[in-house]
């Protein structure tokens, strides 16, 4: 059984080596779907009973690991030098430092490391991290998924 929760975000960003507009600094309201497999569990009587995991936990695990870190931040290419420095100029400014350029591919793909980690097979029912897909804005979205190129099968 494949489910998916769906979270939002605001983060500004800019790719340093893009030939248009999107080396300019902008933001996005960006959203982020995860997909976790795993059998129903059965256990009777148990407030998770019928479920893969409470959407709620979910919620729970993406916004402590991953979410709030990105929500209102400013994500930078770690090799974006100068706009780090200004960034860090900034008092108490809120910088994610990310070591690729922060394109919807990258985030994805960062997303799906930590969000790995964090979904943990507690109820023995083969939980585990199938995709995350992240919109960077409503028409235009990456997919990482498990078993691809960067992700262990
Ligand atoms: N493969 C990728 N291509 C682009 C990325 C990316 O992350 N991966 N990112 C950008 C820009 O950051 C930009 O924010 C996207 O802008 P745009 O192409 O203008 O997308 P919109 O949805 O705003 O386009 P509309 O035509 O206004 O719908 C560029 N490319
Ligand atoms: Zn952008």
Known sequence: MLITRRL???AGHRI????SQCRHLHGHRYAIEITLSGDIITDAGIS???MVMDYSEIK???NTTLVDKWDHAFLVYSEDVRLLEFLQSLED???VVLDTP???ENLALTAF???DAAYQDSYG???RLEQVRLFETPNCWADARRGQSGISE
Do not use: Y
């Open 93 to 95: 400014h809120k910088t």
């Open 48 to 50: 998770e009973q019928g």
């Open 113 to 115: 490391r930590v969000l």
């Open 60 to 62: 729970r695990i993406a």
């Open 16 to 19: 340093p080596s893009h030939n």
């Open 102 to 104: 922060p394109t919807a």
């Open 8 to 10: 939002e975000f605001d």
């Open 125 to 127: 029912n083969h939980l």
